[in-house]
C-alpha cells in the first residue's frame, strides 16, 4: 500500500522535505489512520444452459436452422365479439356465496332407525355368505309371469268385510221370509300359514304362493322343502305387502289355491307349467348355489392390486 510519510517535522526529520516533495513511500504496514479494505470474495459464474439447437442430433442429410433468422410471425388473436349488456358474473361457491350445484348427498343423510336398519341389512346380505336356503329367496318370478299369477289371484279373492255383511243380511232376510238358502262354498284363495302348511300335508294345495321379503325369514324358510316333498308347484314373488291386498290384509307371507273354476283351468295349467320349470324343477340346482360375498368397491381395488402384485411377483421368480 502506498502513502505518504509522516507530516509531523518534529517525529521525522526528513518529513518535511519529504512532504514538500511530495514523495510516496511503501511500506510493509499501513498507518494507524488508514482504513483496511479487504478483497470481496470471488464466486465462479454459472454457465449458461446449453443451446437445444446444439446438442440436438439431426438425423442425415439435415441442416441446423441458421441463428439469426427472422422470428416467426405470431399468430392473430381471434376477437370474440360479446355484448356489453351481459356483465360476467362468475360464481363463487365459498361460505356465504352461490349455492352449490346439486349432487347425491344420500350417503350423509341421517337416515330414521328403521330405513337405516335395512340399508344395513341389505350391505350385510351382499357382503357376508348366504346359505343357499336363504338365498332361493333372492330368486323370485319374472314379471310377466308374476303378472299373469296375480290376474288369476284376483279372481279369486275373499269377501272383504262390506260383502260379508251384505250376505248375512240377505240370508237373513230370506231365513225370515221362510226360503231355503243354499249355503254354497265359494272358492277363494287361502291364506295363513298354519292353514297354508295344513292343506299342503293334506295334498289339497294345488299352488302356494310365498314371499320374498318375510321377516323373519324363518317363518317361511322350510316352506319350499315341504312343497317339493308334497310335490306341489310353489313359486316365490316380491313383496308381502302385494299378497296382503289380495286378502285385504296389510301383509300376507303365503296364499294358497285349492281349485279353480272350469273357465279358468286352461290358463291355470299354463301358468303352473311355468311355475314347475322355474322353481320345482331346478330345486337340486337352487340349494346347492350360495349369496352373498360380495365386496364393496374399495375393497375390490385392494384385491385387484394385492392380486396384481402376486402375480408380477411370480413373474419375476420365473425369469
Known amino acids: 500500500m502506498w502513502h505518504r510519510l509522516n507530516p509531523n517535522p518534529a517525529s521525522d526529520g526528513q518529513g518535511a522535505s519529504n512532504l514538500a516533495r511530495g514523495i510516496l513511500y511503501r511500506t510493509t504496514s499501513p498507518p494507524p489512520s488508514a482504513t483496511l479494505r479487504l478483497p470481496l470474495p470471488r464466486f465462479p459464474r454459472a454457465s449458461p444452459p446449453p443451446s437445444?439447437?446444439?446438442?440436438?442430433?439431426?438425423?442425415?442429410?439435415?441442416?441446423?436452422?441458421?441463428?439469426?433468422?427472422k422470428a416467426p410471425v405470431p399468430a392473430k388473436k381471434k376477437t370474440v365479439v360479446t355484448n356489453p349488456l351481459f356483465e360476467k358474473r362468475p360464481k363463487q361457491f365459498g361460505i356465504g356465496g352461490a349455492l352449490p350445484p346439486k349432487k347425491d348427498l344420500h350417503r350423509f343423510v341421517k337416515w330414521p332407525k328403521v330405513v337405516r336398519i335395512q340399508r344395513q341389512r341389505r350391505i350385510l346380505k351382499q357382503r357376508l355368505k348366504v346359505p343357499p336356503a336363504l338365498n332361493q329367496f333372492t330368486r323370485t318370478l319374472d314379471k310377466n309371469l308374476a303378472t299373469n299369477l296375480f290376474k288369476m289371484l284376483l279372481k279369486y279373492r275373499p269377501e272383504d268385510k262390506a260383502a260379508k255383511k251384505e250376505r248375512l243380511l240377505k240370508r237373513a232376510q230370506a231365513e225370515n221370509?221362510?226360503?231355503?238358502?243354499?249355503?254354497?262354498?265359494?272358492?277363494?284363495?287361502?291364506?295363513?300359514?298354519?292353514?297354508?302348511?295344513?292343506?299342503?300335508?293334506?295334498?289339497?294345495?294345488?299352488?302356494?304362493?310365498?314371499?320374498?321379503?318375510?321377516?323373519?325369514?324363518?317363518?317361511?324358510?322350510?316352506?319350499?322343502?315341504?312343497?317339493?316333498?308334497?310335490?306341489?308347484?310353489?313359486?316365490?314373488?316380491k313383496g308381502k305387502a302385494r299378497l296382503g291386498s289380495i286378502v285385504h290384509k296389510k301383509t300376507a307371507s303365503v296364499l294358497c289355491l285349492t281349485t279353480v273354476k272350469n273357465e279358468d283351468k286352461l290358463e291355470f295349467s299354463k301358468i303352473l307349467e311355468a311355475i314347475k320349470a322355474n322353481f320345482n324343477d331346478k330345486f337340486d340346482e337352487v340349494r346347492k348355489k350360495w349369496g352373498g360375498g360380495i365386496m364393496g368397491s374399495k375393497s375390490q381395488a385392494k384385491t385387484k392390486a394385492r392380486e396384481k402384485l402376486l402375480a408380477k411377483e411370480a413373474a419375476q421368480r420365473m425369469t
Open 52 to 69: 437445444p439447437v446444439r446438442n440436438a442430433k439431426l438425423p442425415s442429410g439435415e441442416m441446423a436452422p441458421k441463428r439469426g433468422g
Open 177 to 237: 221370509e221362510g226360503k231355503t238358502v243354499e249355503a254354497k262354498k265359494p272358492i277363494v284363495v287361502k291364506y295363513g300359514l298354519n292353514h297354508v302348511t295344513y292343506l299342503i300335508e293334506q295334498n289339497k294345495a294345488q299352488l302356494v304362493v310365498i314371499a320374498h321379503d318375510v321377516d323373519p325369514i324363518e317363518l317361511v324358510v322350510w316352506l319350499p322343502a315341504l312343497c317339493r316333498k308334497m310335490e306341489v308347484p310353489y313359486c316365490i314373488v
